[in-house]
């Protein structure tokens, strides 16, 4: 699953990397908000936060 995510992240324009990272980002905060969080759902979303920020990183590195 997690190399198809991360495919599917690189094919993601600068724009569209952006949006997910927003997207990701309001999920775990509403996730929180709603109390009693599942920890793995949170940890779910930081690995995608963690495969952007790997994207993001190989992109500047070009």
Do not use: C, F, T, W
Request: negative net charge; aromatic residues 4%.
């Amino acid at each position: 699953m997690s190399q198809l995510m991360e495919q599917q992240i690189r094919n993601l324009s600068d724009i569209g990397i952006e949006l997910l990272y927003h997207d990701v980002i309001n999920r775990i905060g509403s996730h929180s908000i709603g109390g009693n969080p599942d920890p793995n759902y949170i940890k779910k979303q930081e690995s995608i936060l963690a495969m952007m920020q790997d994207e993001i990183e190989r992109r500047a590195s070009k």
